[in-house]
């Protein structure tokens, strides 16, 4: 997680949204998993609303938050319980001896790494014989939006390829079974689950977030700089996320793999 830069950045509306995640939303798939007593590491944290979730489901046994990000740390310490913990720290290189958790967790945490596999080889690393790596990232190429607004097309093909220059794979969701059989995982259950923002209160959510990322975060620095975009289609990317957000005929969904190995 050090080599690579995190497309979206740690601005305020990324963050917004990241404290939006739950174990219900975000981590459905694993809670037939989750039972008290068993140790969980959770890999690109972020600002720690699952993490902490999984720690009151899983005490007394420890729980910990990692991310490249101290921003991310910093905002997620603010979550306290005597088996939560946060530190700042590397996928690809995690600071604890072989089998040391039952679960091993990573949301929207692949599509960033350069090397997802090996970050999943260093995930099977440290989780114990019989526990599980699960993880769940989206597919941005299987986003549908309607209207099918111009601007909105725009900013899917924008993201691409910011996402891209950042040494990510924006279309991780489908790759989630090649990735954990290169990593030498073997006892998979594939799924998907999709994200889906439809009523008033969640397209302004949604919309209200896009508006501003694409103008103030790291995502527009990236645009900017690497000459993807200019500041007038940002404008009007920014624009179309507002004209989607007040229709009335606005829906958007957001597709994702989700993958559970038993070690």
């Known amino acids: 997680m050090t080599s690579e830069r995190y497309t979206h950045g740690h601005h305020e509306s990324v963050l917004k949204s990241h404290t939006w995640r ?15 007593g068993l140790s969980l590491l959770d890999i690109g944290c972020g600002p720690g609303t699952i993490t902490a979730e999984f720690a ?12 490249a ?15 939560l913990s946060f530190i700042v720290g590397d996928a690809y290189a995690l600071p604890f001896d072989d089998n040391s958790f ?14 997802p596999v090996a970050a999943l080889v260093e995930m099977k690393r440290v ?20 209207p099918e607004l111009p601007g909105l097309h725009a900013w899917a093909d924008l993201y691409d390829a910011v996402h891209r220059s950042n040494g990510g794979e924006p279309n991780a969701g489908r790759r989630m079974k090649s990735w954990a059989q ?11 689950s999709i994200w889906n923002f439809s009523t008033e209160i969640d397209r302004e959510w949604w919309g209200s977030m896009w508006e501003a990322r694409v103008l103030e975060s790291a995502f527009a620095e990236d645009a900017l700089s690497k000459s993807l975009a200019t500041p007038a289609v940002l404008q009007q990317i920014s624009s179309a996320w507002r004209a989607w957000a007040d229709s009335p005929e606005g829906w958007l969904a957001m597709p994702h793999g989700e993958l559970l190995a038993r070690v």
């Open 127 to 146: 989780a114990k014989p019989g526990g599980f790596i699960a993880v769940r990232d989206v597919d941005y190429a299987g986003i549908i939006t309607y």
């Open 69 to 83: 990000a101290p921003a991310a740390i910093e905002k997620a310490s603010a979550f306290t319980a005597d088996n």
């Open 182 to 192: 290169q990593a030498g995982l073997t006892d998979l259950t594939v799924t998907a």
């Open 102 to 115: 039952d679960l091993v967790h990573a949301h929207q945490t692949l599509q960033h790494l350069g090397d």
């Open 22 to 36: 739950t174990i219900a939303n975000s981590a459905a798939y694993l809670e037939p998993h989750l039972q008290p």
């Open 56 to 67: 009151e489901r899983l005490a007394p046994a420890a729980v910990i938050g990692l991310d």
